[in-house]
């Protein structure tokens, strides 16, 4: 049976400073001769390559953020992040990373970060990036705004991949009741990102994770196999049917409020 809490993502920051997906595998930590020191090692689950072979040095700073994540720099501007899908896998290797080092594996941190850009690339991983208006009635026309003008829905779905990948069904349970609470807000420029092609079948995909149900629905397998989606309306204008391509579900509904894979 595999090991789910070793089960892991490997993430590195790209140039423009967004974290890209180096795949899924499994994490373990052993002395490795070509490094000559104990080392952190990913394995591919598709097909047992090496995603991962890192030296767990002495005087790197290792962070450990939000529970299930371990972020630490190798070298100047290249930053490495394992992303795990249980917190007792992430405080296993943490332990180990500690003990390398003579930490103590309470603290969320195993050095002082002295320069100040590295700080900043630590935080790029589990900073939300939006502050978002308290919840209240008065403000929901602020709260819309705030998630309609930060490209707020598409990191949400970047998420849900990375749920998904890592079978987190915890974290898929909670992007469900998101992705619904903002279909509730009912407002068209969100509709607009939600039922666009790059968005559509992701926002389809949260859906299926309602937290009420003891298994996920398979609305994507669905519209992707089984429904038939006719152009009630010919339309000849290219540009339009650009916007609303006939073999995507969202250009049945885009026109008309948010759709009901709620109730599929």
Request: charged share 30%.
């Amino acid at each position: 049976m595999t090991d789910t809490r070793r089960r892991v993502k490997v993430y590195t920051l790209n140039e423009d400073r967004q974290w890209d997906d180096r795949g899924t595998g499994h994490v373990s930590s052993g002395y490795v001769e070509r490094l000559k020191g104990m080392s952190l090692l990913v394995r591919a689950e598709s097909d047992g390559s090496l995603l991962l072979e890192s030296k767990i040095n002495p005087n790197t700073a290792y962070q450990k953020q939000q529970d299930t994540l371990i972020v630490w720099s190798e070298a100047e501007n290249y930053d490495l992040a394992l992303s795990f899908q249980e917190k007792a896998g992430c405080d296993e290797i943490w332990e180990k990373i500690c003990q390398v080092q003579g930490k103590d594996p309470s603290v969320d941190i195993t050095q002082e970060l002295v320069d100040e850009s590295e700080e900043e690339r630590f935080d790029d991983m589990s900073s939300p990036g939006l502050e978002l208006p308290p919840c209240e009635l008065s403000r929901l026309e602020e709260l819309a705004l705030a998630v309609e003008n930060e490209g707020y829905i598409k990191k949400l779905l970047e998420l849900f991949h990375v749920c998904e990948d890592l079978e987190n069904r915890e974290g898929l349970h909670h992007l469900y009741e998101i992705i619904k609470g903002i279909f509730l807000l009912n407002r068209t420029a969100l509709f607009e990102v939600m039922f666009s092609e790059e968005c559509i079948m992701d926002v389809i995909g949260c859906l299926e994770f309602d937290p009420a149900l003891p298994h996920p629905r398979r609305h994507r397998e669905f519209l992707t196999k089984t429904a038939k989606f006719k152009e009630v309306i010919p339309i000849s204008d290219p540009r339009t049917q650009a916007k609303n391509p006939p073999d995507v579900p969202g250009a049945v509904h885009s026109g008309h409020g948010p759709p009901h894979p709620l109730r599929l």
